[in-house]
């Protein structure tokens, strides 16, 4: 199913899929898109907590009640860039079907891996029918692209029609065949071998720059794929204090703190790569430094 945006599909989802009230495991930290649809829908969103392979299997099989769907963010989660492991997506997979639960796959930046090649999709994998796996070309094209899309299991597509009908009708015709003819000529795959080059030279530019501007300040967690690059403060710096000084330097920085449930976790930020040339990256690495040395006195 085209639609406008992933987030359109995400609300399609919460609606469609749940009747308010009803649980959904959310990886903590969680896409905060992800919680606010779930949230206008009077979904229990519940967080399960995260490990360098993704959302930890034994809190969603230990959970005192289950949840009726999950959400993930296997490919790159956000915001802390972990790959979900093979055997993971596996046991979520028999824990939906176990359970006749919905695993709701956000595949946002999957065409943007950097290191090794990438994991198959939780969809592809699933042989219950119980994964609708999200996609948009916002991230692979560029953000005035507003096409996202789903693919569903057979049976949920009259429903989401319907759904999708009441919202907008359907999307913008004429962009649709722009984009599909881009693709029939070869072009999208060409542009995401390119554009995979271009953002991995940036990612590793921003890294050198955060090692050698902000070591005082930010240690980098370095991801295998997407475009941001999220940075934990070693000092005790206040992060809102930290967000909006940066914005007024002319820097847009994504909190770490509210994409967290728990309290359990280190202050910092999210720092977007893939717009930016390396030299933009300096220059806005350096004005950050000056911003986090005033915060540090």
């Known amino acids: 199913m085209v639609l406008t945006s992933s987030q359109q599909a995400l609300s399609l989802c919460a609606t469609v899929l749940l009747d308010a009230g009803d649980r959904v495991f959310i990886e903590d930290p969680a896409y905060h898109g992800a919680r606010r649809a779930f949230d206008a829908a009077g979904l229990e969103s519940v967080p399960v907590p995260l490990d360098a392979q993704g959302i930890r299997i034994e809190s ?17 989660q956000f915001p802390t860039g972990a790959t979900l492991a093979l055997d993971r997506r596996l046991a979520i997979i028999e824990w939906a079907h176990r359970n006749q639960a919905w695993i709701i796959e956000d595949d946002y930046d999957s065409e943007f891996h950097y290191a090794g090649k990438p994991t198959a999709c939780v969809q592809g994998l699933d042989a219950h029918d119980r994964t609708i796996y999200i996609g948009t070309f916002t991230k692979s094209m560029f953000p005035g692209l507003r096409i996202g899309y789903m693919v569903l299991p057979s049976q949920l597509v009259a429903p989401m029609t319907v759904a999708r009908t009441l ?91 509210p994409l967290h449930a728990s309290s359990k976790h280190k202050a910092g930020f999210l720092m977007g790569f893939a717009a930016y040339a390396p030299k933009e990256l300096e220059i806005a690495v350096k004005k950050l430094a000056n911003v986090l040395r005033a915060l540090d006195r």
């Open 60 to 76: 969603l099989q230990n959970a005192a009640q289950s949840a009726k769907a999950i959400f993930l963010t296997p490919s790159h």
């Open 167 to 257: 919202q907008d009708g359907h999307s913008a015709s004429i962009p649709q065949l722009t984009l599909a003819r881009f693709m029939e000529g070869g072009h999208f795959g060409s542009h995401v071998r390119t554009m995979r080059s271009v953002y991995a030279e940036r990612r590793d530019a921003l890294e050198l720059l955060v090692r050698k501007q902000l070591a005082d300040f930010v240690e980098p967690r370095v991801p295998n794929g997407g475009m941001q690059m999220p940075c934990v403060f070693v000092r005790d710096i206040p992060e809102r204090e930290a967000i909006d000084t940066a914005r007024r330097a002319g820097i847009d920085l994504l909190g770490l703190t």
